[in-house]
């Protein structure tokens, strides 16, 4: 078992936070602390307001009711220290950008140094690439250099929107793998979206489960390994219990 | 293979030109190649000179008139708010009538090559900000969040994506900019220059010298040309890279209160009627000529023949202007069209369309009117043929960018290139129409009073120059209002249909 290393007062709290479009509501209310250097998986059906919930946290929207404070800040005002990054379901590159030049870009925007960004590129998988154009790369590879480019400012809170979608599952195994580690010894708190129940559990150490629109908490689950987690953990009893609890909660039938 | 098809080209337009100007050997409207090439031979060092003058002062007009439309582009990009404000003073500056601008530019600046400059900025800074401003919008909203999430605010988005994103769009306005530029240099130098191609061509004219009008109409087509691919070669270099897609998710219909956008053009209104006042007061300009807001009103309201004339010859202008207002801007997307169905056809279709714009419009206009008769018919045909071409290169453009992804689904399907034209490339033409459109709105009423002066002597182009030979300067400040005060209600028509259109197909435009 790994204790997270808790960084005190820095947690992310949600306070009645609603979001209504056109007076029809699509979130909340949702009152959910967020622990400080912890990783969260946010699970729920397609379109419950998953990615809405992110964008608040993000400062990208404002919520209808409620709020969002991060230790003693706003979203906004931890957007402005550098302190914030996020992967979009779409990769978001710029065409006229190199792969590297992309990447460097999230470190440029947080005004941080970018020293890590080819050992980033090592990382997901795009040496040799550093000079092409998103335009030549597959979907796939657009979105690791998307994830390499949130990882690259060091940011305190990292929001991913289901950020393995169109990643091919051999490099969808390696990154399940490798960027955990990775995120946990920067201590960042981590919010990530995803359809996938699996990676939910393995890379998370807590499930907060969505309803249907307009979305509110079903179930909040804490997931406990030991350290480090290996792939080899999913053919584990204690793994595929928590999944199975994990699609009760959503409804499906186990 | 190009230069072949090229040659080609040019040979069959030579062997029907040389037709045509047999079967018309009778009349003043047709000059044979060989005259062509005898004026031009006997006056190569005039010509070469004069074709100088003119390129020189069209490209300082062009830096200076596209230096205007970034700053403004960029300024609205950063505060929405003041669009309307400042697309209104653009448009209204963009109207107003040349033969009462140029003589005016002409008494500020005394002799010199002011007002050719002056008036070749003025004929493209509109364009580009058009352009530019679709270009600097036309970005994902993922960009924008990107931004935001590092707390970036909207100056290091204009900076660091929205400059870069619209360089596509940028280059096509300056390509339609570059030959405006010219027009718009040869203009002004029929309000009393020394030397340049306007001059030469304002003589050939008055001297029925048909000869030197083909000879000189057919250099400025040549400069224009080159222009205009000098501009897309520099930005082919420039771009490299495939101009981005748009896929937004329609808006929510946004409220309904009006009263913020009639607020926005009350205070446009305001603005442009004390820079009137201002402008005429700060450069002390006769009273005598340069008439102020009161005066005009007062006139009118005192007046009612003046009341009766200033309506009959709007009535004669507007049968004139909206049919080939239209006409032009369906000719234009019908073009693209046919070029995207057939892409052979551009080969043929671009040079004969850049070409036909850049021949001076005070060239063209009488030998149109001439062949088409002093009717409606023939001053509608001379605005088509004004507009046609900023409406054609920019739906090519907007056709190109429809996304490559739907595309590949419609033809999954098996569907033909029609039915991908209709579900997927027209949509993604609407935005570049409508600001084709927007564009056209001036170069219309511009078409439609330069042709009533030099042809037709209907409508309010030839009261203008009625009044400004008797010097009945009242009357001629009251048609440059009635004339702004048209264009501004075909732009805001124009703004309401790209409302409801865009709405549906490309509402990152909208703001």
């Known amino acids: 078992m790994r204790t997270p290393s808790i960084v005190l007062g820095k947690e992310i709290r949600c306070a009645g936070l609603t979001k209504q479009f056109d007076g029809a509501a699509v979130l909340g209310p949702l009152d959910i602390t967020f622990i400080a250097g912890q990783t969260t998986a946010l699970v729920g059906p397609s379109g419950c307001g998953k990615s809405t919930f992110l964008r608040l946290i993000a400062g990208l929207d404002l919520p209808s009711a409620g709020s969002v404070c991060i230790g003693s800040q706003s979203p906004k005002e931890v957007a402005k220290r550098g302190a914030l990054s996020m992967a979009f379901q779409d990769p978001a590159l710029l065409p006229w950008r190199t792969v590297r030049e992309n990447i460097a870009l999230g470190a440029k925007l947080a005004r941080k140094s970018d020293n890590g960004v080819d050992d980033l590129i090592a990382l997901v998988g795009l040496s040799g690439f550093e000079t092409h154009r998103p335009a030549e790369l597959s979907g796939g590879m657009r979105q690791r250099a998307a994830i390499a480019r949130s990882l690259v400012s060091e940011p305190e809170l990292l929001l991913l929107d289901e950020p393995f979608g169109s990643v091919d599952a051999l490099t969808r195994a390696r990154l399940n793998a490798e960027l955990p580690p990775l995120w946990r010894k920067r201590a960042a708190t981590t919010i990530m979206v995803t359809h996938s129940v699996d990676e939910a559990v393995l890379l998370s150490e807590r499930i907060i489960v969505l309803s249907e629109r307009p979305a509110t908490v079903v179930a909040d689950l804490s997931v406990t390994f030991d350290e480090p987690r290996t792939a080899k953990l999913i053919d584990g009893h204690e793994f595929q219990s928590r999944k199975a609890q994990v699609l009760r909660a959503l409804g499906v039938a186990v | ?511």
């Not at chain 2, 040979?11 to 047999?22: K, Q, R, T």
């Not at chain 2, 270099?237 to 937004?248: N, Q």
């Not at chain 2, 399907?413 to 459109?437: D, H, K, N």
């Open chain 2, 1 to 511: 293979m190009q230069i072949w098809a090229g040659f080609m080209t040019a040979l069959v337009a030579i062997s029907l030109w040389g037709g045509a100007a047999h079967v018309f050997s009778e009349s003043v409207l047709v000059a044979s190649p060989s005259g062509v090439w005898a004026f031009v031979s006997s006056n190569s060092g005039l010509l070469v000179r004069a074709t100088l003058t003119t390129a020189q002062n069209a490209a300082l007009g062009f830096v200076w008139g596209n230096i205007a439309a970034v700053i403004m582009a960029g300024l609205v990009t950063m505060q929405p708010r003041a669009e309307r404000v400042v697309s209104a003073s653009a448009l209204v500056i963009f109207c107003l009538p040349l033969v009462a601008t140029g003589p005016i530019l002409r008494v500020i600046s005394g002799p010199g090559s002011a007002p050719q400059i002056a008036l070749a900025g003025l004929a493209v800074y509109y364009t580009t900000y058009l352009a530019l401003l679709v270009g600097l919008r036309a970005m994902p909203r993922s960009w924008s969040d990107l931004m935001s999430v590092y707390g970036r605010g909207s100056f290091m988005t204009l900076i660091t994506v929205r400059a870069r994103a619209s360089l596509p769009y940028l280059f096509a306005g300056l390509q339609i900019a570059a030959p405006a530029a010219f027009l718009g240099a040869m203009i002004g130098e029929f309000t009393g220059a020394e030397r340049g191609l306007g001059v030469l061509t304002l003589r050939a004219m008055r001297g029925l010298d048909v000869d030197a009008t083909w000879s000189l109409a057919l250099i400025s087509a040549t400069v224009a040309v080159l222009a205009y691919a000098l501009v897309g070669r520099i930005g082919e270099r420039l771009v490299g890279y495939a101009p981005v897609i748009i896929l937004s998710p329609p808006k929510p219909p946004t409220r309904r209160n009006i009263w913020p956008g009639i607020a926005e053009m009350v205070a446009a209104a305001l603005f442009l009627l004390l820079l009137w006042q201002v402008a005429m007061d700060v450069f002390q300009l006769n009273r005598f000529f340069a008439k102020r807001p009161g005066d005009v009103v007062r006139y009118l309201a005192a007046d009612a023949d003046a009341r009766l004339t200033l309506w009959v010859a709007l009535k004669e202008t507007m049968a004139a202007t909206i049919p080939g207002f239209l006409s032009g801007l369906l000719l234009g997307a019908g073009l693209a069209v046919a070029v995207i169905l057939f892409p052979k056809a551009t080969r043929v279709v671009l040079p004969v369309a850049v070409a036909l714009r850049s021949i001076p419009i005070i060239t063209t206009a009488p030998l149109i009117v001439l062949a088409l008769g002093r009717g409606a018919t023939g001053t509608i045909t001379v605005v088509a043929v004004m507009i046609f071409f900023p409406t054609f290169v920019a739906c090519l453009q907007g056709l190109r960018q429809a996304p490559q992804q739907i595309i590949d689904v419609f033809h999954t399907y098996g569907a033909g290139p029609v039915r991908v034209l209709g579900a997927a490339q027209i949509p993604a033409m609407m935005p570049a129409l409508f600001a084709s459109a927007k564009m056209a709105v001036p170069a219309a009423i511009l078409a439609v009073t330069t042709t009533e002066w030099l042809a037709t002597g209907k409508g309010i182009g030839v009261l203008m120059a009625l009044t400004s030979t008797t010097s009945n300067y009242n009357m001629l400040w009251s048609c440059i209002v009635a004339i702004t005060l048209v264009a501004v209600v075909m732009y805001a028509a124009v703004l309401w249909a790209e409302r409801m259109v865009l709405a549906i197909y490309a509402s990152e435009q909208l703001t």
